[in-house]
């Protein structure tokens, strides 16, 4: 992966964009290896498009790159960034005393489905400590209580700060504020246990349960100022009857949220994820 290389970008939509990407790097002697793209509408909508692409020596030629590229990204009025797909990127997995989630992501990453580096667990109990010691991941038990919520995330932002490129909130029971996930804009990932936009709040699989619901569900999103309504990354769904009580919708329900997770955190760090307003655009 040293000479793989990914560009995304977004921008409104005319002809011409498709062929100056692929002329650009033909220039420099790159070759696309793959090419996803989208438009929301092809008469004034937005266009969306993922490249992979190889070239020979990129990690000495890649801030050049990156700076010639600007030149056509301003012809278009692009939104876009460039990465490097060697340059694996770190995480940050917040917990507090559930495992299922943890384990989904720490067992992807050992057998490399999860391309990127757990750099770090942050729980606000002690309880998962010894999960991340038998995989040799550094722990830091954060206690946050209703009185001391402000001077706790700051201590979560001295940890991560400089050290990880993204969050991931592994049935993290604690509601962040404004001030701590604005500088984290669409790089914090929250799994939530109901399939949104029902169920929304305290006992989710007790709602489902009293409703009678006929499925149940999992939602990965990106987290926002606004509770719970942050840009919808994957759902999945399980269907359940009348002779599933509570305990076997939470039983189901953390299959399912697992599998959800880990396929959000996966398509995030592969920067497969293009957001619109409230919704992504997943190049899965």
Known sequence: MTNTGR????????PGI????????????????????????????VFFMRIQFEMEGLTERFDALQREFADVAKRFEMKWRMERAAKLKRLAVLVSREEHCL????????????????????????SLGQVAEQYNLPFYHVDVKANNKSEAEKRIQELISGNVDAIILARYMQILSSDFIKPWEYRIINIHHSFLPAF???KPYQQAYDRGVKLIGATAHYVT?????????????????HRHDPEDLRRIGRQIERV????????????????LGNKTVVFA
């Not at 498709?18 to 909508?45: C, K, M, W």
């Not at 959800?260 to 293009?274: M, T, Y």
């Open 7 to 14: 560009l995304l970008i977004s921008c409104p939509d005319r």
């Open 18 to 45: 498709v062929a100056s990407l692929a002329h650009f790097l033909y220039e420099r002697n790159a070759n696309i290896t793959h090419s996803d793209q989208h438009s929301s509408d092809p008469s004034g909508g």
């Open 103 to 126: 384990l989904e992501l720490i067992w992807q990453q050992r057998s490399g489905d999860l391309k990127a580096e757990i750099a770090m667990v942050i729980g606000n109990h002690k």
């Open 200 to 202: 929304v709040g305290a």
């Open 225 to 241: 100022t606004d509770l719970d309504a942050g840009p919808i990354i994957e759902q999945d769904v399980h269907r359940v009857d």
């Open 260 to 275: 959800v997770l880990a396929r959000a955190v996966s398509w995030h760090v592969e920067d497969k994820i293009l957001v």
